[in-house]
């Protein structure tokens, strides 16, 4: 079945970094474009950066852009983000998501296939 582990959340100081892993299984990972978003408490999941399938073209936010940096291996089935001179704003759940589209897609009712999320908490 399809799967979508994310891994390497955690507590960390402003400034810090993070390095957030997601391991898919169950599809073929290479023809699909990736996703990272983040809901923080009481607000709505949004967009954090997405990947094309074979890695040309890539989304940021506007809020991260410069800190954080999209990739995939897809020879591993991975995809992950790094996230540099976190700040407290950037304290949410995050997870990555999958959908097959042949554009590049930043809305949640785009993507087909969900993690669970791991949890990053940026302390001031």
């Known amino acids: 079945q399809v799967q979508l582990v994310e891994s390497g959340g955690g507590l960390v100081q402003a400034g810090g970094s993070l390095r957030l892993s997601c391991a898919a299984s169950?599809?073929?990972?290479?023809?699909?474009?990736m996703g990272w978003f983040r809901q923080a408490p009481g607000k709505e999941r949004e967009i954090v950066a997405a990947?094309?399938?074979?890695?040309?073209?890539?989304y940021y936010t506007d809020s991260v852009k410069g800190r954080f940096t999209i990739s995939r291996d897809n020879a591993k089935n991975a995809v992950y983000l790094q996230m540099n001179s976190l700040k407290p704003e950037d304290t949410a759940v995050y997870y990555c998501?999958?959908?097959?589209?042949?554009?590049?897609?930043?809305?949640?009712?785009?993507?087909?296939?969900w993690g669970q999320g791991t949890q990053v908490t940026v302390s001031s």
């Open positions: 169950g599809f073929t990972f290479s023809r699909y474009s």
């Open positions: 998501a999958a959908t097959k589209g042949i554009v590049l897609r930043t809305t949640t009712t785009s993507y087909d296939y």
């Open positions: 990947m094309y399938w074979d890695g040309r073209y890539t």
